[in-house]
């Protein structure tokens, strides 16, 4: 990840016991997007992402939230909308939005520790 002040990302073991790792990254920049190479050291080569993308009008103090550009709202009676990611190549850049944040399944990782 490049050295910027305004990025914050933690990686962690995909939930689902596969050895993909999931990434959380967060742009504190209110005004710029940036551009993230992912890429591990020491897994495997990942074959894929699945990116969510969390945005809002006032930024991360936003009370209403857009998941990859939709809004998240509750469906008429009450019960969570389907979530979906969207798909993108495991070598292409990932951008963040300014004042946004993004967890990232990274697919085919296979990382020793997961």
């Given at each position: ?9 933690y990686?962690?073991c995909a ?26 050291t ?12 969390g945005?809002?009008p ?52 296979k990382?020793?520790?997961?």
């Amino acid at each position: 990840m490049p050295n910027n002040a305004n990025l914050r990302g933690y990686a962690h073991c995909a939930a689902d016991g596969s050895g993909d790792v999931t990434l959380v990254l967060a742009n504190l920049d209110s005004h710029n997007s940036l551009q993230v190479d992912v890429s591990l050291t020491g897994a495997g080569a990942v074959s894929g992402r699945t990116e969510y993308h969390g945005t809002g009008p006032k930024g991360m103090l936003s009370l209403e939230l857009a998941l990859n550009d939709k809004p998240l709202e509750l469906n008429q009676d009450g019960t969570l909308p389907d979530i979906e990611g969207q798909a993108a190549s495991g070598t292409d850049p990932l951008s963040l939005a300014p004042a946004s944040w993004a967890f990232v399944q990274l697919h085919g990782a296979k990382a020793k520790a997961c």
